[in-house]
């Protein structure tokens, strides 16, 4: 048994379940007109309201326990000051630094970081400004029109996923395009809508050795020296490198003066403070990116400074704890009823899965309790006609987080009321439900003899959701949303003492699909693996030949 699950904190919160387990929540909103204020927080007019869970007075309380058990406080500290809290790689981890507007001193190995982040933010605005106004030409003499950023994992989700969000605030000048995919499918569909004169090639590879990026970034090479005549002096004016391989982005042919540095201590899942984010600058411009870090660092503060029980990351993160450890959900739900975060879900399920997707302990012993819930879900109101039915009706629990904006930017009549009534409709039906005798009076008379019919029409109700709600997906709302969500994972990790910073789970495919990639080339009978995978290789071979 574990040192957690052995805790008097652990014991008392598994005791306090059995108390819980039946709980209804319509009938705690019945009795206590207050328990939305007891239950929500606002911080810079972002609303999280945590009301429809299954919680009393007692749970946050006995949760604050088992966090403080797992020594939260100096933990946050820790990492707050640049400590090597990436024990694996030993690393620090300090995404937070990239956003620190207060410019408070951080230091690695008794280096203030600081100054190398606000030397990289000074480059960055430099480089924006001249692309955004036209200055920077292209080999041709043209201004820059389309950006293609090419990236894998967190160097493309990240600036993907905050572009789209903050679209109404891009240039109406450019365009910018994500290719991440190795399938050649995705970087030929982005190819054929550009000009090779009027296009700016954001290759974000920290190694600049990393094969999806690689690849891609050189068939984009490729297919510009084509339209250019193989100019290769024209590379300079058309690929930019955020990377920290100087050679190997000298080799590729791209100036190093437009070169852009990342450190050991940025994480690719939270690299799009850092330069990875150059996309979303030259899109929208430095100002905003910089309110987005600033929303970012608004978030910090309060998840550093905060009593456990008024931190929205902290309560985001135990509630997950209270759900997946002691009533057994093994998924989480997040539900934006706001097309502008269409790819908010994508991303934090990387963010999520691959960060606390571990099993083994900052000891190296196998953990005895579930750690990472299965992270998913999709705008709404699509999801309601996709998967919502096993939300409501299903057997599984699923805890949900519904996000929406008092305010769009883009709204026809009637548009936005529809979206915001079912944003606020269906945490209400998760929580209510419907009960017998509410199916019965629904029914029409001649129907309410159909049994099979009423009990088809039951909610069992008491789904737990989470609700936030913010004025409109301003730059600065945006950053702090996302470091909300950063900061539970962080918590939750801590409290499963596990590594949320390393992601070794993702090396051995790699592995393997290089050992493999040269036996794809060669017309022999393939016989090193498993008779399975030796199957698959030879039927491949057999079907490309036919």
């Known amino acids: 048994m574990s040192v957690l699950t052995t805790s008097s904190a652990w014991i008392a919160l598994q005791q306090h379940y059995r108390e819980m387990k039946d709980f209804s929540m319509r009938n705690a909103f ?22 429809k869970n299954r919680i009393n007075e007692e749970t946050l309380p006995l949760l604050i326990d088992l966090a403080k058990h797992a020594q939260l406080e100096a933990k946050i500290e820790a990492m707050f000051s640049g400590a090597e809290i990436n024990t694996t790689e030993k690393r620090a981890v300090l995404h937070v630094a990239l956003r620190n507007r207060s410019n408070r ?8 970081v600081m100054p190398d982040v606000n030397r990289v933010l000074v480059q960055m605005r430099s480089f924006c400004e001249r692309v955004r106004s036209g200055a920077w030409k ?22 993907k996923m ?16 994500y290719v991440s995919n190795i399938d050649a499918g995705d970087l030929l569909s982005t190819l054929s809508q550009l000009s090779a004169e009027t296009t700016l090639f954001v290759i974000a590879s920290k190694s ?17 020296l084509n339209l250019t005549g193989n100019d290769y002096g024209a590379i300079s004016k058309h690929f930019v490198a955020i990377s920290t391989n100087t050679e190997l982005v000298n080799e590729f042919g791209i100036d190093t003066q437009n070169m852009f540095d990342l450190w050991d201590w940025v994480g690719g899942r939270y690299s799009l403070w850092s330069a990875v984010g150059l996309s979303i600058a030259l899109y929208i411009g430095m100002d905003n990116f910089e309110a987005l870090l600033q929303g970012a660092f608004e978030a910090d503060e309060h998840f550093r400074l905060t009593s456990f029980d008024k931190n929205i990351p902290v309560i985001m993160a135990l509630l997950g704890i209270w759900y997946n450890n002691f009533f057994g959900a093994e998924s989480h739900v997040l539900l934006p009823y706001d097309y502008s975060l269409r790819y908010f879900s994508d991303y934090m399920q990387q963010g999520d899965m691959e960060s606390n997707g571990k099993s083994v302990d900052l000891n190296g012993q196998k953990v005895d309790y579930d750690t990472g819930q299965i992270i998913w879900g999709q705008q709404g109101t699509n999801g309601q006609h996709a998967f919502y039915q096993l939300i409501h009706q299903g057997t599984k629990l699923v805890p949900c987080d519904f996000l929406a904006a008092a305010n769009s930017f883009s709204d026809l009549p009637d548009h936005h009321e529809i979206l915001v009534s079912n944003f606020l409709a269906q945490p209400e039906a998760l929580m209510r439900g419907k009960t017998h005798d509410e199916a019965l009076q629904e029914l029409k008379p001649g129907q309410r003899n159909d049994s099979v019919l009423v009990a088809s029409k039951v909610f069992e109700g008491n789904k737990p959701s989470s609700s936030f709600l913010y004025k409109q997906l301003t730059p600065e709302t945006l950053g702090s949303l996302l470091a909300f969500y950063e900061h539970k994972i962080f918590v939750q990790g801590v409290i ?23 036996e794809l080339k060669n017309n022999e009978i393939t016989q090193s693996h498993d008779c399975s995978t030796n199957g698959l290789i030879n039927t491949y071979k057999k079907l490309r030949q036919t």
């Open 496 to 518: 499963w003492n596990i590594n949320s910073f390393d992601q070794w789970g993702v090396e051995l495919g790699k592995l393997l699909a290089k050992a493999i990639l040269p």
């Open 105 to 112: 001193p951080i230091y690695v190995h008794g280096h203030n």
């Open 138 to 159: 292209g080999f041709s003499g043209k201004p820059v029109t389309d950006i293609v950023n090419i990236g894998i994992g967190g160097s493309s989700l990240g600036p």
């Open 208 to 224: 600049f050795g990393t094969q999806e990026a690689m690849v891609n970034a050189k068939s984009a090479r490729t297919w510009f």
């Open 162 to 177: 905050v572009s789209a969000a903050l679209k109404p605030y891009g240039s109406p000048d450019l365009s910018v395009h």
């Open 30 to 51: 019945d009795r206590d007109a207050g328990r939305f204020k007891q239950f929500s927080v606002e911080l810079n007019g972002i609303l999280f309201d945590y009301s």
